[in-house]
């Protein structure tokens, strides 16, 4: 029940949600404008939409007389239903400071999203946009079997079952002796859920075919889209095409050869080289396996005819997945939301991927150890892209890469429970104490972006500044 003090509540709140919009409406409110809330707040789970209150803090009461007529509300909930098919509650507060009127806006139906003529709309700060497919997707699929239980393949056999997966990887992986009759080897790949027998044989799971298929092709053409492909560029664009590899293993079976591939792939870096004396490749192995790592486990899976993808140019490489991440790139290094935690978790177990959200830590840190410019991470409409640089000199690299470069080693520094400072920074770029000056100009452009703060809890000397991520 929504009362005075849930109001008093809700005007302390830090500030508006999905489920919560408030709106001043001091005469009257658009009845489209209601409408088109009313479709974003269900869309999002539903919540409420609250008008006679100002939306900026300090949030005031300031009054409404908008449906304040004796039928007007009647009216417009009868509106509401006619046009959404949703009944909508509203509930008017006498509060000292003006009437308040309240909107409770239920959640869309299960695997419905709303529209209002023909949009489906969500939040996005102070506006209400279009959803994105990649939800959209997600509210279809909702009630239908998770992506990963679906049936590759059913009515195999016993001998099918073992001619498609690759059993004798799988245990090897998982460092377990391999059993020594069939029925040893269904009984434990249906101990895990790979495999589920049915009275008309073996229904052979989509997770079990992603993961251990000898042949993605030998499911279906929709599994087979769903390998990864490498693209080897002869320059800095895609004019020329040195060669281009779709592959067709499970993720779990073909993944050292894969990552092996990439890397063998990968120019000299001359520069390392010089230090080392040793032929080493541009892109660190431990980078490139982090990252097409975790491409294949954070994909949306129900996107359809789309793979992750490796294209490897003269300067940089580039590994992209379908579907946009539930968190922003800027957490990348301290944060984790798994999209496929069930894929996740088996690749895991199988020594493919490492402790949650250490992946993209490992990256940055082989990118400074290598001397290489900060990797980039991009999200588009319908791809996340990770960009990993070939070698650069400082004096080469744009503002923008130094701004992201200190940005991420001060997150490094962080997540280490370190602090960044001058001369850590000088050691990322590999400079001299006599380039402190320049690194100085960094920080503050960084400092500048939004990027990195000081950690005031350290000492007010510029000297012996330390600086924090700017969310932390």
């Not at 069930?342 to 082989?366: P, T």
Request: aromatic share 8%; charged share 25%.
């Amino acid at each position: 029940m929504i009362t005075l003090d849930t109001l008093s509540t809700w005007l302390l709140a830090p500030a508006e949600s999905e489920h919560l919009e408030f709106k001043e409406a001091k005469q009257q409110f658009d009845t489209t404008k209601l409408l088109r809330y009313c479709v974003a707040l269900a869309n999002e789970g539903g919540g409420h939409l609250v008008l006679g209150v100002s939306d900026k803090l300090p949030r005031q009461v300031v009054g409404t007389q908008a449906f304040a007529a004796a039928t007007a509300l009647n009216d417009i909930k009868s509106r509401i239903v006619d046009k959404l098919r949703i009944r909508v509650d509203a509930v008017e507060l006498a509060h000292v400071d003006g009437r308040v009127l309240v909107f409770g806006i239920p959640s869309r139906p299960v695997g419905q999203p709303l529209d209002f003529d023909g949009a489906y709309l969500m939040r996005a700060g102070e506006d209400l946009v279009p959803m994105t497919p990649d939800q959209l997707r997600r509210i279809f699929a909702e009630g239908l079997p998770d992506w990963f239980a679906q049936v590759a393949k059913e009515r195999a056999s016993a001998d099918e079952v073992i001619a498609l997966l690759d059993t004798q990887t799988y245990f090897d992986l998982s460092r377990l002796p391999y059993p020594t009759t069939r029925e040893g080897v269904l009984s434990r790949l249906s101990g895990e859920g790979l495999i589920v027998q049915m009275a008309t044989g073996w229904a052979i799971t989509n997770l079990a075919a992603i993961l251990l298929a000898k042949r993605l092709d030998g499911f279906s053409p929709a599994l087979a889209r769903k390998a990864p492909r490498v693209v080897i560029y002869e320059g800095l664009d895609k004019t020329h095409t040195r060669e281009d590899k779709p592959g067709n293993r499970g993720y779990a079976v073909g993944f050292e050869s894969l990552v092996d591939f990439v890397h063998s792939a990968a120019p000299q870096n001359r520069s390392i080289e010089q230090v080392v004396r040793e032929e080493v490749k541009m892109f660190p192995k431990q980078a490139l396996r982090e990252l097409i790592a975790n491409a294949l486990v954070h994909q949306d899976f129900d996107a359809t005819g789309a793979s992750v993808m490796i294209e490897m140019y003269a300067d940089r490489v580039e590994v992209s997945n379908p579907g946009k991440p539930p968190i922003s790139v800027e957490r990348f290094i301290d944060e984790f939301r798994s999209r496929n935690e069930r894929l996740a978790d088996f690749m895991r177990r199988l020594g493919i991927c490492e402790e949650k959200g250490s992946g993209v830590d490992k990256v940055v840190k082989a990118a400074e150890v290598f001397q290489l410019p900060a990797p980039d991470f991009r999200v588009g409409e319908l791809r996340t892209t990770a960009v990993l640089f070939a070698h650069q000199d400082f004096a080469a690299m744009s503002r923008t890469d130094r701004v992201r470069a200190c940005y991420q080693h001060c997150c490094l520094m962080y997540v280490s429970n370190q602090r960044m400072s001058n001369q850590s920074l000088r050691e990322r770029f590999g400079l001299p104490e006599s380039k402190a000056a320049t690194v100085s100009l960094v920080i503050g452009a960084a400092k500048e972006a939004g990027a990195i703060k000081a950690d005031e809890s350290e000492t007010s000397s510029t000297r012996y500044a330390r600086y924090l991520p700017f969310w932390a």
